[in-house]
């Protein structure tokens, strides 16, 4: 309250969450002493009202679990890439009030990953359907590697975890994981699959960054799989977060 630029991350249970020190570190870095970054942990989408009640001088937010697609009714606009992909995880707050969203984590996804792609993959299986997977799946598509879902259960365009036979696995040689499972302080979890399926071939990707390994990276770098966490794409689309809402960058 009562700074001139006020900037927060959306969520629930994200006390754990990397963008409040990284926002704060970069208003240090930058003598920026008009800037806030803060937390606003909400119990359901429908107290997001009251956040932008209660502070007027909001500039910009970014969204994260689990409210990328339940957000989107709460917005004025969507940003080309935001209708595409049908999540956010990025709002711009006009001087007028109109809140429009973007989506940065499909940018951040995609410049991480694009580097490490020396020998493409032309299939990937994205662990998880929620509001980070279909970011996941739209990058996927612009660097023209076929994405398969999996989840729990099985419905159209979505396999299941046990459905995962070995030549589907041989197929698919990057993997990525877009649910919480192992996110800090539940370090031990992660997907139900088989994890003597992954082989020197593989890459495996989490979204997760703390822990820095998490189970899933662990289980496939026993298996010889290169590994990569979300920590890079984190700030890759942090970066792209402010360059929207300090009009540097347009969707």
Same mark, same amino acid.
């Given at each position: 309250?009562?700074?001139?630029?006020?900037?927060? @991350?959306?969520?629930?249970? *994200?006390?754990?969450?990397?963008?409040?020190?990284?926002?704060?570190?970069?208003?240090?870095?930058?003598?920026?002493?008009?800037?806030?970054?803060?937390?606003?942990?909400?119990?359901? *989408?429908?107290?997001?009202?009251?956040?932008?009640?209660?502070?007027?001088?909001?500039?910009?937010?970014?969204?994260?679990?689990?409210?990328?697609?339940?957000?989107?009714?709460?917005?004025?606009?969507?940003?080309?890439?935001?209708?595409?992909?049908?999540?956010?995880?990025?709002?711009?707050?006009?001087?007028?009030?109109?809140?429009?969203?973007?989506?940065?984590?499909?940018?951040?996804?995609?410049?991480?990953?694009?580097?490490? @792609?020396?020998?493409?993959?032309?299939?990937?299986?994205?662990?998880?359907?929620?509001?980070?997977?279909?970011?996941?799946?739209?990058?996927?598509?612009?660097?023209?590697?076929?994405?398969?879902?999996?989840?729990?259960?099985?419905?159209?365009?979505?396999?299941?975890?046990?459905?995962?036979?070995?030549?589907?696995?041989?197929?698919?040689? @990057?993997?990525?994981?877009?649910?919480?499972?192992?996110?800090?302080?539940?370090?031990?979890?992660?997907?139900?699959?088989?994890?003597?399926?992954?082989?020197?071939?593989?890459?495996?990707?989490?979204?997760?960054?703390?822990?820095?390994?998490?189970?899933?990276?662990?289980?496939?770098?026993?298996?010889?799989?290169? *590994?990569?966490?979300?920590?890079?794409?984190?700030?890759?689309?942090?970066?792209?977060?402010?360059?929207?809402?300090?009009?540097?960058?347009?969707?």
């Amino acid at each position: 309250m009562g700074k001139r630029n006020q900037y927060g @991350l959306v969520g629930k249970n *994200i006390e754990y969450s990397f963008s409040r020190s990284y926002f704060k570190q970069r208003f240090s870095n930058k003598g920026d002493v008009e800037s806030t970054y803060e937390n606003f942990d909400i119990a359901q *989408i429908s107290d997001f009202d009251q956040i932008l009640t209660d502070n007027p001088n909001l500039k910009g937010l970014n969204v994260t679990i689990p409210y990328k697609e339940s957000i989107i009714p709460y917005l004025d606009e969507l940003s080309k890439n935001a209708i595409r992909i049908g999540a956010v995880n990025t709002i711009k707050i006009s001087k007028k009030g109109k809140l429009k969203g973007y989506n940065t984590d499909w940018h951040g996804f995609y410049k991480s990953l694009k580097p490490l @792609l020396k020998n493409k993959p032309k299939k990937a299986l994205i662990l998880g359907t929620g509001g980070a997977s279909k970011a996941v799946y739209h990058a996927l598509e612009q660097l023209n590697i076929e994405p398969q879902y999996v989840s729990r259960n099985s419905e159209e365009g979505v396999l299941s975890y046990g459905a995962l036979t070995a030549e589907i696995f041989a197929a698919h040689l @990057l993997v990525i994981n877009t649910t919480p499972l192992g996110t800090f302080p539940d370090i031990d979890q992660k997907p139900d699959l088989d994890y003597g399926l992954f082989t020197a071939q593989h890459l495996a990707y989490d979204l997760i960054y703390n822990p820095e390994t998490s189970a899933f990276l662990r289980a496939a770098q026993l298996q010889g799989a290169q *590994i990569k966490n979300g920590l890079e794409m984190l700030e890759l689309q942090a970066e792209k977060s402010w360059k929207i809402w300090n009009k540097l960058a347009l969707s």
